[in-house]
């Protein structure tokens, strides 16, 4: 069993999917990451729309070319009449809490030998008209899963990261 640091320095964004289908128990357990996500003040305002009918995967094609073949595509929205809206009422809380869903949702992805990628190659206004999703909803991402398709590797920076020191100030 790998520790969360080594399945998170392990996990990366693939950018070739097998067909391979994806059980439902997979997918539950991916969800439900999801779910169990914090969020500010508990108000879970995300909304996932899982994208697996052939008929769901061509309106994700009309919307990025970065599905990259993945059998399942998790549009990630929320509801902006259900946030935090922080002091000083210039920003609310939607976007960071599907942030965090997702990122709970691609490391459970890796915990069960699933990939990922994050996409935000997309425009979100165009997203949410083609799906008719409600009007008080904002996508954020769209997060491709599946299987990695033979030869699928990281991109070559992906062990790149800079140093502690260069992104964390100790006072």
């Known amino acids: 069993m790998k520790s969360f640091l080594e399945l998170a320095e392990a996990r990366y964004s693939c950018k070739k999917f097998s067909d391979r289908a994806i059980s439902d128990e997979d997918l539950n357990?991916?969800?439900?990451?999801?779910?169990?996500?914090?969020?500010?003040?508990n108000l879970q305002p995300q909304h996932i729309y899982v994208m697996r009918s052939a008929e769901a995967l061509e309106q994700i094609d009309k919307l990025?070319?970065?599905r990259y073949g993945a059998p399942v595509v998790a549009v990630?929205?929320?509801?902006?009449?259900?946030?935090?809206?922080f002091p000083g009422g210039r920003a609310t809380s939607g976007a960071e809490d599907v942030s965090i869903v997702a990122t709970h949702m691609m490391l459970a992805a890796a915990d069960r030998g699933l990939n990922s990628c994050w996409l935000n190659f997309f425009d979100p206004d165009k997203a949410a008209a083609e799906l008719d999703l409600p009007d008080n909803e904002t996508v954020v991402l769209l997060l491709d899963l599946g299987y990695a398709a033979e030869g699928a590797a990281p991109l070559a920076n992906h062990t790149n990261r800079k140093a502690l020191s260069e992104t964390v100030t100790w006072r």
């Open 76 to 85: 990630i929205a929320y509801d902006r009449d259900n946030v935090f809206t």
């Open 29 to 41: 357990y991916v969800l439900e990451a999801g779910r169990l996500a914090p969020t500010a003040k």
């Open 64 to 66: 990025t070319p970065c």
